[in-house]
């Protein structure tokens, strides 16, 4: 986990981590009981990684979306 934190820039790490942490935990607080700490746990984890995949994927899909080129010659379908 240090490894990871440390090599990741600080600006990502707190826009993107600690927002979908702070969502997955309220997530895993309403929903997850299924009396097993190590259970809840591993869901928590996953719910974290599940989140943090979505907002990355979306993120590229904006930024290629916005980056692709213009070029005016817009053909419509039938």
Request: proline residues 1%; hydrophobic residues 50%; glycine residues 2%.
């Amino acid at each position: 986990m240090y490894a990871l934190l440390t090599r990741l820039e600080r600006s990502a790490v707190t826009l993107r981590e600690a927002s979908t942490f702070v969502v997955s935990l309220i997530v895993a607080e309403v929903f997850y009981k299924f009396h097993s700490f190590s259970l809840e746990c591993v869901a928590f984890l996953a719910t974290w990684t599940a989140m943090s995949a979505l907002i990355d994927l979306g993120a590229r899909l904006l930024r290629k979306r916005t980056s692709a080129p213009h070029d005016g010659n817009e053909s419509t379908i039938a």
